[in-house]
């Protein structure tokens, strides 16, 4: 609609012109038509002139038939101005109507023809690309076809090398895993005979502790009255026999009854029952024991 | 669960790799018991046959505390008299700990030396070893005074053989019936004669210096309380009041005498400042109160009162107040004595119809019997608090008997003729 008008701008003009005549005329055409208007409730005196009634009625209808004529004559005049205004005006709508139907035609024609060119644009443009694109392709192609048949070759010769070298490698692991395996078998048993030995050490100090505790316990005098919680440590030093070489306290209780009482016990007690075997009554040499009554 | 835990702990320990003295016995159970002790007989140097057999009398001492287990003499190995003399081997195969050796020689007519030693077996060395001279009259003492030492070497705690006991004695019957304070030595040996009367004598109480004796006598033919010197026998009457005096207990002060005075229509206990005999009333009570006994610190007494029904021990405090109950345990706890530290009170416990000694711990409340008797009235601590001594029926007469504090060891004293009533033990020093 803009556009039209845009481009039609005289006609707008007329078209507008038109219109305002139309308005003003209409306007002053209501203004036309009789209109007997009186004051409501106005009492207007009357001034009567007594005439022959036939005579009025004769000049009445003539002057009514003039009256008739003339407002015909005026009807048929608006009419015609009607007419013409409204012929105008369905001229330029239709010579709008065409000129914007023109207008589009032409748009649309020429964005036809943009797009033509654009897609031919493209089209030579994706013709020249995937022809470049082939072309690369082929020439990446041959040389990854040559780069291969180069690695090839040289992991086949890398293969060779290391095939032989593994060779050689795993003969050498071979005989050294041999000789771990050996060695390990070896260490293995040794440590058995040694987990064995230091089981049958553990049994036979835990059976002469037992004797030993029991004969001190038999001959440990506890003090009357001593506090509870009292402990004391003793070491003990004794000669193959049994026998108590020193027997002394090493941690006191703070009770000097109790740590001779704990002292005493020991030495009441021996000769303590030492087993004969010289590697298990090693640790029966020096040790400890802790008094501590529950 | 013992030998487990026990073996656990000496694995572990020798694992640790302990370099030296990796093996470590724990010891939980001991033996609670006399300690076995070898008493030679004393050797004797002198005119004729030993005056005294102080080992025997050191060897009763020991063995009356219930701490030693003197070993019999027919099982001694040997008799040596002096330490060069001494083979330990020989006493450790009899398991004794230790050894006690001496000799007693003639110095002059009448006169001795006394020399002891004490070893230790097991360590081969001698503890201690002294030498006193003594009159024939002090031998027996000397014995006493080397138990002491035995005693406090060994225990660590004082000794309590070289003492006192008061007690009252009857004799004859009817119109010859006789009451005598006495004083013994701890053993009972060596009585003394302090007062003869053919009217009852009755609550002797020592001063705190061991010098004086309060008592109650009825010479007059009512009870008049009296205060003797011991050494000089010289006397005098603190309280003649109309109707009750008696119960008379010194306090640790010396200064004043806790007694029982009827002189306001009901038995009370009241307390007499000696030098000035000003009285002041302790208890206001309808019931009896009486047998006051002072706590060491001087700052409470306890007495016996049947206020809540039958006889029971209450304590007050010195100034007065109001007296609290400390026994609940049966019908009838009596005759407090309370122990030199305080922390014990010995009493007569009824039950059953049966009086016996026991003794109330302050501290956790608990009462123990440690008497088996019928009639056991009258306990009284030693002055260390390791024993009680007290009279016991024994016959339609009684005897005096002196029990260990924790029950273990109970024995009669043997030698008192006639019935013996009211032992109390003397304080230290005398």
Known sequence: ?294 | MRDMFRSLVFVLLLQSGLAHAGLTIEITQGVEGAVPIAIVPFGWSGAGAAPENLAAIISSDLSRSGRFDPLPDRDLVAHPTDAAMVKFQNWRMLSVDNLVIGQVSQTSAGQYSVRFELFDVYRGKQIIGYSFPAGSQDLRRVAHHISDLIYEKLTGEKGAFNTQIAYVTTTGSGKGKTYTLLVADSDGYSPQTILRSNQPLMSPAWSADGRQIAYVTFENKAAEIYLQDVASGSRRKVASFPGVNGAPSWSPDGRRLALTLSQDGNPEIYIMEVASRALKRLTTNPAIDTEPAWAPDGKSLVFTSDRGGSPQLYRIASWGGQPQRLTFEGKYNAGADISPDGSKIAMVHGNNGSYRIAVLDLKSGVTRVLTDGRLDESPSFSPNGSMIIYATDAGNRGVMAAVSVDGRFRQRLSIQAGDVREPVWSPFGK
């Open chain 1, 1 to 294: 609609m803009w556009q039209v008008i845009r481009e039609n701008p005289r006609a707008v003009l007329y078209a507008l012109l038109m219109h305002i005549v139309l308005l003003v005329l209409l306007v002053f055409s209501l203004d036309w038509t009789p209109k007997i208007s009186r004051p409501a409730g106005q009492k207007v005196p009357i001034e009567a002139t007594l005439v022959d009634q036939r005579q009025l009625d004769a000049i009445a209808e003539r002057k009514l038939a003039e009256e008739r004529k003339a407002e015909e004559a005026k009807r048929q005049q608006a009419l015609e101005e009607q007419r013409k205004v409204e012929a105008k005006r369905k001229a330029e709508a239709e010579a709008k109507q065409k000129a914007e139907a023109e207008a589009k035609r032409k748009a649309e024609q020429a964005a036809k023809q943009k797009a033509e060119a654009k897609r031919k644009a493209e089209a030579a443009a994706k013709q020249k690309a995937e022809a470049e694109a082939k072309r690369k392709a082929e020439l990446a192609a041959k040389q990854k076809a040559e780069a291969e048949a180069e690695a090839k070759r040289k992991a086949e010769q890398a293969a060779k090398q290391k095939a032989e070298a593994e060779a050689k490698r795993k003969a050498e692991a071979e005989a050294a895993a041999r000789a771990r395996a050996e060695a390990e078998m070896r260490a293995q048993l040794e440590a058995e005979q040694g987990r064995l030995e230091e089981q049958r050490v553990q049994s036979v100090l835990g059976e002469y502790v037992g004797y030993i505790a029991d004969k001190v316990e038999r001959n440990w005098l506890r003090p009357p009255g001593s506090a509870a919680g009292l402990k004391c440590t003793v070491n003990v030093k004794l000669i193959p026999g049994g026998d108590v070489v020193s027997a002394r306290v090493v941690q006191g209780s703070g009770d000097p009854l109790f740590d001779d009482s704990a002292e005493k016990a020991v030495l009441r007690a021996a000769p303590l029952p030492v087993p004969d075997d010289p590697s298990i009554a090693k640790h029966f040499r020096d040790f400890n024991f802790v008094f501590k009554p529950l």
